[in-house]
């Protein structure tokens, strides 16, 4: 590696890179750490998504590069490609690399949700288990998604990040994978992708699982990798409809504790004391169940309780959500801390497969192989948040009426430990500045 670790970590902040894979933590911060093992997250796991994987055919070289300058950064000695089996192509483009590097090596997952998630990616290829409410660094183990390692090989050679591969799937006439720049709207991409073939429709940012409604004039970040466009009336839409007071209403009617949301949850299942089913009860009975209550530290997000476990069609999750919502509130803390000591004994026979989430989502219809459209989307104008990250968001260094070019330095945090930088993607001149965005017009 040509660089040392210190330019390795100026380059990576002078571009603006971030987890792409939904956090959006700073990489040049994570970079920071020190790690024995470095694992590239290709698992792509959720249903409908497939910008990792075309990314990974299209730009091998730069994912190696970024994979080896966080090995130098970090002092990793090893590092994993975790792609999931059936991802051919993927595979076909990364295996001619690791012959002459006998340090990186391709792990093969298999075909379930959430395979990408970092405490079971860790177990997965480690053997190794992150503490309750931790972070793989603990374990020794640094996991980056494989577009933020792309990314990051793309700032080696001076790049900014100023677009992103997105996923366009659903009711649209042409379902692609196509280069956006940051700021386009989603009403723009949803466009380049033929337009919706529904009349009343409504939109999740990201994947099925995981992902947010949208309104069509929101914009496209640098965590955003797909969009998808379902009728109003489908039922995760209606899923994502409702309020964490209607969910705790159901919930207090409904449950029938039957503790399948526990025996599904995958951090449960590393061995971690999160059990949602006696959230739920602590929550429908107003017991004095603190305990269960700071569970939701623990929880991951991934949406196995409410979209495939619960019977009766109700939300652990979301009201996990409100709960760490009102204990920030509070400014309560994590209390758990505990390194697990080994995992559920059922665990490998409890791993959610892809082909009964779709069935289970109602999006068997969805599951078609989109097509690649390498000509980045060119709008007349995009709005680029300031906060497109973790941290504090990025201060503006320009001005209305002032020309910029595509790549150009826009916005960046006071302090480097607090934020990422922000790029132009278009070429054009600044039309608005404001505290949450700068609107460029070609």
């Known amino acids: 590696m040509p660089y040392s670790r210190q330019q390795i970590i100026n380059r990576v902040y002078a571009a603006g890179v971030v987890g792409a ?4 933590f700073p990489a040049y911060l994570k970079l ?3 790690a024995e093992i470095i694992i590239a997250n290709g698992a792509e796991c959720e249903p409908l998504l497939y910008s990792d994987q075309y ?7 730069q994912l190696i590069n970024g994979l080896r300058a966080a090995m130098a950064a970090t002092g990793a000695a090893r590092a994993y490609i975790a792609l999931k089996a059936h991802y051919a192509e993927a595979i076909s483009a990364i295996e001619p690399y690791l012959e002459r590097l006998p340090q990186i090596k391709l792990h093969l997952l298999q075909d379930f949700y959430p395979a990408g998630d970092e405490h079971s990616l860790v177990y997965e290829i480690s053997g190794r288990l992150v503490p ?9 183990v640094l ?38 720049p940051l700021g ?36 496209v970040t640098k965590t955003s990798g797909g969009i998808i466009v379902l009728p109003q009336a489908h039922l995760l839409v209606g899923k994502y409809s409702l309020s964490p007071l209607k969910q705790l209403q159901r919930a207090r009617s409904a449950c029938e504790g039957c503790r399948l949301c526990t025996d599904l949850c995958p951090r449960y299942l590393l061995g971690h004391r999160i059990e949602p089913h006696l959230m739920i009860r602590a929550l429908s009975y107003e017991l004095d169940m603190t305990p269960y209550f700071s569970s939701a530290f623990l929880c991951c997000q991934c949406g196995i309780c409410d979209m495939l476990a619960c019977p009766c069609q109700l939300s652990p999750r979301a009201l996990y959500m409100a709960i760490k919502r009102e204990f920030a509130r509070l400014g309560v803390q994590n209390p758990h801390r505990k390194k697990p000591e080994n995992p559920h004994p059922d665990r490998s026979h409890r791993k959610a497969a892809l082909s009964r989430l779709a069935r289970v989502l109602g999006i068997g219809p969805y599951m078609v192989r989109p097509a690649l459209n390498t000509a980045p989307l060119m709008p007349d104008s995009v709005r680029i948040t300031l906060q497109q990250h973790i941290g504090l968001p990025a201060e503006p260094l320009v001005a209305v009426g002032e020309p910029v070019k595509r790549g150009q330095l826009i916005a960046q945090p006071a302090k480097a ?14 039309s608005a500045v404001t505290n949450g965005y700068i609107e460029i017009k070609v």
């Open 21 to 24: 894979g939904g956090a959006g």
């Open 184 to 219: 386009t709207s989603l009403a723009e991409v949803i466009k380049a992708a033929g337009g919706p073939t529904v009349d009343n429709y409504a939109l999740i940012r990201g994947g099925p699982m995981m992902g947010q409604l949208a309104q069509g004039d929101e914009v």
């Open 417 to 430: 430990e607090t934020g990422a930088t922000v790029h132009a993607s278009i070429k054009g001149s600044i």
């Open 32 to 34: 920071q750490s020190k």
């Open 55 to 61: 990314l990974i055919v299209q730009k091998p070289d």
């Open 132 to 140: 309750e409410g931790g972070i793989p660094p603990q374990a020794g």
């Open 143 to 180: 996991v980056h998604n494989v577009t933020s390692l792309i990314q990051i090989g793309e700032a080696l050679a001076g790049k900014a990040l100023v677009e992103r591969a997105v996923t366009v799937m659903g009711e649209v006439k042409k379902p692609q994978v196509i280069p956006v």
